[in-house]
């Protein structure tokens, strides 16, 4: 299920940057049917990838909600994986968006724009009440009053380090660093007793480091890029020495670098940031490791990754779109999901469930816990707005400020220019 979440950039790079959604002018309103009356009639939900692996858990769900409201009929329909986002916007565009629509937030951005997806805020005044703040606060958008989806499947990250390289090389896997400051200072032992031939650290920073440290990376209103902030310098700084000081890969600047997790897996890096079920896979790839691997909550604020349900806001039935979206979010349901499939439920009421709250003593069990409790804190490190092209031109910014090409500043003045050129194209 986590390939729900890769290339996501990719994808809503298509989308934000595609030809439109038709005749529809930027802004635009949609007229939105009325939200009030019986939940009856036909109703329409489509899903992203779930068959034929998750028909029959799907088709149980909808078949629980027709049975709970006899005048209702579901018409399931499942897009495969591929080319989800050109469907989802030919649906738009087409005016065949479907009542209830399995969206990411970026892929919910455009249609946002457009104003095309209803205010489930507005709309469900328990909204709140009932789902974990992250998750509301994905289908918020900049410049947008309202929230644009209810959270359904959630996912975050969780550190990982290598006890075995941790102990040989001076430090305590029982006392993992919790901030920057500590993991360069571990790094720099690591490297003295290592003699520089394996790594604590091995990559470089992201926007999501910055959002850590408190950088806000987008203005409110959502029109300008504003990350170019002494602290975000600072946070660059900290990173450029390091660099400095070989406590990092020379090859994380290149395009040869194969990259943290992979050179985790090989055991020339002592730490890597997966997701919760990272152990149980790693079990299966690497089982000599997963044995000597020890969880610990990542670094500053946990990265969420959301999967979320729309509604339509010219939906002809948005009494029984509105409650099919809540329905299958339920916290019911979204345990039953997460018993079948690696992920976590966004609904509050999963917090006292021991399934996701208490662990079996493995260290698998152990990174479960800590994953599904960092969900509380988890936000969205990097705005949806931000495409794969600026990401790519940050990413050569920073490397070349690591390097000693530019100042720390001169690269985070020229990444936010560049992305502002970008936003406004």
């Known amino acids: ?42 109703v329409s939900l489509q899903t992203w990838a779930l068959k034929p692996k998750f028909t029959d858990y799907m088709q149980g769900v909808i078949d629980a909600f027709e049975k709970k409201h006899p005048g209702v009929e579901v018409e399931w ?25 399995n969206l990411p937030p970026d892929f919910a951005l455009p249609l946002v724009k457009q104003g095309m997806l209803l205010d489930v805020a507005q709309s469900d005044q328990k909204l709140a009440d009932e789902y974990v703040a992250g998750g509301i606060d994905a289908y918020k958008y900049s410049g947008h009053q309202g929230v644009y989806g209810y959270p359904w499947y959630l996912n975050t990250d969780v550190n990982y380090w290598n006890s075995e390289l941790l102990k ?45 440290a408190g950088v ?9 890029f504003v990350f170019n902030t002494p602290e975000a310098v600072a946070v660059l700084e900290r990173y450029r020495e390091a660099f400095k000081e070989g406590l990092l890969p020379r ?13 985790f897996n090989e055991g020339t890096v002592a730490w890597t940031t997966a997701g919760g079920n990272y152990i149980t896979s790693l079990a299966t790839d690497n089982p000599t490791l997963a044995p000597k691997v020890v969880p610990s909550t990542v670094i500053g604020t946990p990265p969420l990754f959301v999967q979320g349900l729309s509604v339509s806001k010219s939906t002809k039935n948005a009494p029984a779109a509105l409650a099919l979206a809540r329905w299958v979010t339920n ?21 006292d ?7 079996d003593g493995t260290n698998s069990g152990d990174a479960k816990v800590i994953a599904f409790t960092s969900l509380a804190q988890a936000r969205m490190l990097q ?18 400020a690591l390097n000693g090409e530019i100042s720390a500043k001169e690269a985070l003045d020229k990444a936010v220019a560049k992305c502002n050129e970008l936003h406004k194209s």
């Open 1 to 42: 299920m986590r390939r729900h979440w890769a290339g996501l950039a990719v994808a809503a790079t298509m989308i934000v940057t595609g030809c439109g959604l038709g005749g529809t002018k930027q802004g635009a309103a949609v007229p939105s049917a009325s939200v009030s009356g019986e939940v009856k009639g036909k």
């Open 77 to 101: 329909l499942d897009q495969p994986g591929d080319g989800y986002s050109e469907k989802v916007l030919s649906q738009a565009a087409g005016g065949s968006l479907p009542d209830v629509v």
């Open 168 to 212: 040989k090389h001076g430090l305590d896997p029982a006392k993992p660093p919790t901030t920057l400051d500590e993991l360069i200072a571990q790094a720099r032992t690591f490297k003295e007793k290592s003699g520089g031939k394996v790594y604590l650290m091995s990559r470089r920073p992201e926007l999501g480091d910055f959002t850590q």
């Open 216 to 224: 806000k990376i987008l203005s409110d209103d959502g029109q300008n």
């Open 251 to 263: 090859d994380v600047l290149t395009d040869t670098y194969a990259g943290n997790a992979k050179l």
């Open 331 to 351: 916290a019911e349901n979204q345990a039953a999901f997460a018993h079948l499939v690696n992920i976590f439920p966004s609904t509050k009421a999963s917090a």
């Open 353 to 359: 469930d021991p399934f996701f709250s208490k662990s």
């Open 383 to 400: 705005p949806v707005e931000v495409t794969e092209a600026m990401s790519k031109y940050i990413r050569q910014q920073i490397s070349a």
